[in-house]
């Protein structure tokens, strides 16, 4: 048990709004891995908005690694290139050495268990340099 004082405190309801769609500077500051419900390895990952009105905002992103055969198998390889990470061939994964990677993402809202969040919709990188454009 703990004693806390909220003499002076307003009430206030959880949570923040979504920020408005468009596109943002994400830097990444936390993994965690885990599994698909298939049992597919998964990395959930946050990321924290750099720059601008919504500076230091969190975003959360999974990270699936799925079998060749299956048809989204190709966007944990387009994650991998966009924080600078090999991706080409047989690669070892190690998560904890993507922090600090900076991507620019295009971030949407979508509803999840009746309330609005954002998502990263789409990870943007230069397709002729393999550079994140910032």
């Not at 004693?3 to 936390?30: A, C, I, K, S």
């Not at 990321?47 to 601008?52: A, M, N, P, Q, R």
């Not at 904890?96 to 979508?110: F, P, Q, S, V, Y």
């Amino acid at each position: 048990m703990f004693r806390h004082n909220y003499t002076g405190t307003q009430e206030r309801r959880g949570g923040f709004l979504p920020m408005p769609e468009g596109e943002y500077v994400l830097t990444l500051t936390d993994t965690k891995t885990s599994k698909t419900k298939n049992g597919d390895p998964m990395v959930n990952v946050t990321f924290e908005v750099t720059g601008g009105e919504y500076d230091g905002r969190k975003v959360w992103h999974n990270v699936c690694f799925l079998p060749k055969e299956n048809k989204g198998a190709g966007i944990s390889k387009h994650f991998l290139k966009a924080i600078g990470q090999p991706f080409e061939g047989e690669v070892d994964v190690e998560p904890n050495d993507w922090r600090g990677a900076a991507i620019k993402a295009h971030l949407i809202i979508t509803q999840y268990n009746g309330k609005d969040k954002n998502e990263i919709g789409e990870i943007i990188v230069e397709e002729n340099t393999g550079e994140v454009p910032f």
